[in-house]
């Protein structure tokens, strides 16, 4: 760990840079007070951090940190007090920086001429690890293979290993997605050789490819719905879940290999739909496709059922006395049409409410037949029963009416 002192005042900047070594980058103080500064960071020229903003006497828990794939840096504002009588002003801040090592190596020899190594990673790319063994040892030869940079490695530290045991350490970290080799440097070779590359998977772990057939006929009884789920709603799915995938397997594994995604092919004439993917794929999107089929199913039973309920039939109501009054039996229509059409509506609501848009033919008619004195009834079973009753409770009704009407006309007579 290196630590940086230096005075500045607002608009004022400096460098944090180990003597002999590159610039890591500059420090401006963009703005402050006695209780707090900004700090803003540069590099090349280029804005390099996000700002910060450093309280007196904060932690730096609490100003926050500056990190590479190398260090963390942490800056303090401390209080500063001198004794003495005499007393100055100053318009320059005291600011601390300390340098931590994230990710360091280096290696020392045991008496016997042994070379022993320790490394401490913080976790992360296996690139970082290649840098910062770069880093450590100039002479030696860090290579990497294209399967082995898509590869997340936990952090560890271990201290005066040999150069196998450092090896084997980065192997079982890596759960056996990695292979380490290393060649140790002798009279001839000047620097050690490390060569790390990801572990071709067997055959058993590949993943073999799978074909399934979907029968969804329901779903295929309207082609826009159908190729809107192949379109759009499979092909959502299919991403959430490769993504769904990389973060888990980066989280447990530390592999960011994305997957093979599942396509989709849509055969109308037989109304299925195609899976063809790995078996996590083909399972899931299965499983939707299923599940649709039977929301779409239960969907046309429903408007099935409201069809043929609502199949026309036909009934006669004999209403004798409803008939002999004019006036009784236009109340009496009126009042039915009425209820004919508050039904109509009701029943209209329901089916809408499960996505019957269509007419069923839910109305019904009333005739009257003043020969026979009767109505004819034509509607659904339920509406034809509702009517009925309505019809032979009017018909009791004008009974009751004209046997009082004839019981009075009998007392009217001298």
Request: aromatic share 6%.
């Amino acid at each position: 760990m290196l630590t940086f002192i230096a005075h500045a005042g607002v608009g004022d900047s400096f460098p944090v840079q180990e003597e002999g070594k590159p610039k890591d980058f500059d420090v401006i103080v963009k703005s402050g007070d006695d209780d707090k500064l900004v700090l803003e960071f540069s590099q090349d020229g280029k804005p390099a951090f996000a700002p910060i903003t450093l309280g007196r006497d904060w932690t730096p828990a609490q100003s926050g940190n500056v990190k590479t794939p190398q260090f963390q840096y942490e800056f303090k504002y401390p209080s500063v007090s001198v004794s003495g009588k005499a007393k100055t002003v100053t318009d320059k801040a005291m600011i601390i920086v300390r340098r931590i090592p994230l990710n360091y190596a280096f290696s020392t020899a045991t008496e016997k001429g042994t070379r022993l190594y320790t490394v401490r990673f913080d976790g992360t790319e296996i690139q970082t690890l290649r840098d910062a063994l770069r880093y450590a040892f100039p002479g030696d030869n860090v290579v990497l293979s294209p399967s082995a940079e898509q590869q997340v490695l936990p952090g560890f530290e271990v201290r005066n290993v040999r150069l196998s045991e450092l090896a084997r350490t980065i192997e079982f970290l890596s759960e056996g997605r990695l292979m380490v080799e290393m060649v140790e440097k002798d009279a001839e070779m000047p620097g050690n050789i490390w060569r790390i590359s990801g572990n071709r998977p067997t055959s058993a772990t590949k993943g073999e490819v799978k074909m399934r057939a979907v029968a969804t006929p329901h779903l295929f009884a309207d082609e826009k719905v159908a190729a809107k789920i192949e379109l759009d709603v499979l092909r959502e799915l299919e991403h959430l879940r490769l993504d769904t995938a990389v973060s888990a397997s980066v989280a447990a594994h530390g592999t960011m290999t994305r997957g093979n995604s599942t396509s989709v092919q849509r055969l109308t004439s037989q109304k299925v739909f195609v899976l063809v993917g790995s078996e996590e794929g083909v399972d899931g999107l299965e499983s939707f496709l299923k599940a649709a089929e039977l929301r779409a199913a239960e969907e046309a039973a429903t408007k099935k059922a409201l069809a043929t309920a609502a199949v026309p039939k036909m009934r006669a109501v004999a209403a004798p006395h409803v008939f002999q009054n004019a006036s009784r039996l236009d109340k009496v229509r009126k009042a039915a049409e009425e209820m004919i059409s508050l039904r109509a509506t009701l029943v209209r609501a329901v089916a809408q409410s499960y996505g019957v848009i269509e007419d069923l033919g839910i109305g019904a008619q009333l005739e009257s037949r003043p020969e026979q004195k009767l109505f004819v009834l034509f509607g659904p079973e339920d509406m034809l029963d509702g009517m009925e009753s309505f019809i032979l409770a009017a018909e009791k009704l004008a009974v009751d009416e004209d046997a009082l009407a004839e019981t009075q006309r009998n007392k009217d007579k001298p």
